[in-house]
């Protein structure tokens, strides 16, 4: 079974509507990340977590929120979702070093 | 602000042949560097990682050359094969152990037998 899971891998919905992404890991990391990936922006950061009580707004966080309901599980909500929140979007997990990250295999999203 | 180029346009060559991406970046002082490959639909895999001390790392047909004067990490691929064909992405880390990464855009590689 892969470490790291998504679910949905895609969803299609319509503006103003709310959804959430789903991430689970059995790798027993204590970091965990969201990232979005657009054509030729590369990822960038949305919400980082060090452990459950610990949560970071990364460099594109408005629009989002997440909630780390235990240490395997983040999810990533769209309050409201708008169409230039169509993108990849991608979590990943590291240990507490923090050097290699592991990613899930994407979630695509679709807002209309 | 911080920046990372790499490479927009695709890399084609001849299986066999030594692949080489380039990863710039500027207003920052990263305490290591990594590389990733992607794969169409999937999420990105860690390929190497390479501290601001060391100038070089190789891990079986991969290396990566880190100048900090200049800037730079090249990524090597020898003697290429088609299925090294992939998106590769250049990730930058701090010195705060946030474990935040900063990535590049990616430059394809398309390896032709």
């Known amino acids: 079974d892969a470490d790291v899971t998504q679910t949905p891998r895609n969803r299609i919905t319509k503006t103003g509507k709310r959804i959430m992404l789903e991430c689970s890991q059995t790798k027993g990391h204590d970091r965990m990340y969201w990232y979005r990936q657009d054509p030729g922006l590369g990822l960038r950061l949305i919400y980082y977590s060090f452990d459950v009580k610990d949560i970071n707004k990364g460099e594109i966080s408005d629009g989002y929120s997440v909630s780390r309901q235990a240490q395997a599980k983040f999810s990533l909500s769209l309050e409201s979702a708008i169409p230039n929140q169509t993108a990849l979007y991608f979590c990943a997990t590291s240990d507490l070093a923090g050097e290699t990250q592991y990613f899930g295999p994407g979630t695509r999203l679709l807002v209309l | 602000s911080q920046k990372i180029e790499q490479n927009s346009e695709a890399l084609n060559i001849q299986e066999g042949k030594t692949a080489t991406l380039t990863c710039n970046y500027t207003?920052?002082?990263?305490?290591?560097l990594q590389w990733y490959r992607q794969d169409p639909g999937r999420g990105p895999v860690f390929l190497l990682l390479i501290r601001e001390n060391e100038k070089e790392k190789r891990k079986e047909r991969l290396k990566v050359t880190f100048d900090t004067t200049l800037k730079q990490s090249l990524f090597h691929i020898t003697a290429s094969q088609p299925a090294d064909s992939a998106t590769y992405l250049c990730a930058l880390a701090g010195r705060s152990n946030t474990g935040k990464l900063i990535f590049g855009q990616g430059t394809t590689l398309q390896v032709k037998p």
């Open positions: 207003n920052y002082s990263p305490a290591y």
